[in-house]
T-cell receptor, first 110, second 113 residues
Framework: DAGVIQSPRHEVTEMGQEVTLRCKLISGHNSLFWYRQTMMRGLELLIYFNNNVPIDDSGMPEDRFSAKMPNASFSTLKIQPSEPRDSAVYFC????????FGSGTRLTVV | SQKIEQNSEALNIQEGKTATLTCNYTNYSPAYLQWYRQDPGRGPVFLLLIRENEKEKRKERLKVTFDTTLKQSLFHITASQPADSATYLCALDISGGYNKLIFGAGTRLAVHP
């Protein structure tokens, strides 16, 4: 997963606060994906981009979630305001044949 | 409804045996199917991709089959080792070109010495 770097690795925040998760691609790829993983629902696709353009955001749970990809090597996922049910591990991935996943951001909203 | 099913029960096998994991899907016609390995605290790692016109694919001790009639893929690890212990996820591309990949819940494999 050296090609996809996520930050922070862990985030603990209070309910109602804004959270921004970051994803950096080491080499430019034309596709970027945000997933969320929980024990109950497994890996869920939230949104994906092709050539920096959002293609499908039907997995974004609510308007509180937004994602941007300002250039070919960087993306953010923002939750505002955050809620305890948003607690999960959030993964960013890019596609090179198979998908390359980052190590994830473990978000805890208390 | 559309869904992907993997064995929810953990699979426990003895070292040296062949592990076989199952992935069934309904109401999809995927262009390809992929298998991933996930270790605790890590992101999924890509293992193999098999296309709809391929019956079988191999990579070292791994073998994947894809039966589009049965809507099923089997994932085999031969000569299993304790280091193969992990959760294995299958994933389908359901967008036919835009790479919209959805995942099964995964099967946990434990290989005992």
């Amino acid at each position: 997963d050296a090609g996809v770097i996520q930050s922070p690795r862990h985030e603990v925040t209070e309910m109602g606060q804004e959270v921004t998760l970051r994803c950096k691609l080491i080499s430019g790829h034309n596709s970027l994906f945000w997933y969320r993983q929980t024990m109950m629902r497994g890996l869920e696709l939230l949104i994906y981009f092709n050539n920096n353009v959002p293609i499908d955001d039907s997995g974004m749970p609510e308007d509180r979630f937004s994602a941007k990809m300002p250039n070919a090597s960087f993306s953010t996922l923002k939750i505002q305001p955050s809620e305890p049910r948003d607690s999960a591990v959030y993964f960013c991935a890019s596609r090179q044949g198979g998908y390359t996943f980052g190590s994830g951001t473990r978000l805890t909203v208390v | 409804s559309q869904k992907i099913e993997q064995n929810s029960e953990a699979l426990n096998i003895q070292e040296g045996k062949t592990a076989t994991l199952t992935c069934n899907y309904t109401n999809y016609s995927p262009a390809y199917l992929q298998w991933y390995r996930q270790d605790p605290g890590r992101g999924p790692v890509f293992l193999l991709l098999i296309r709809e016109n391929e019956k079988e694919k191999r990579k070292e001790r791994l073998k994947v089959t894809f039966d589009t009639t049965l809507k099923q893929s089997l994932f085999h690890i031969t000569a299993s080792q304790p280091a193969d212990s992990a959760t294995y996820l299958c994933a389908l591309d359901i967008s036919g070109g835009y790479n919209k990949l959805i995942f099964g819940a995964g099967t946990r494999l434990a290989v005992h010495p």
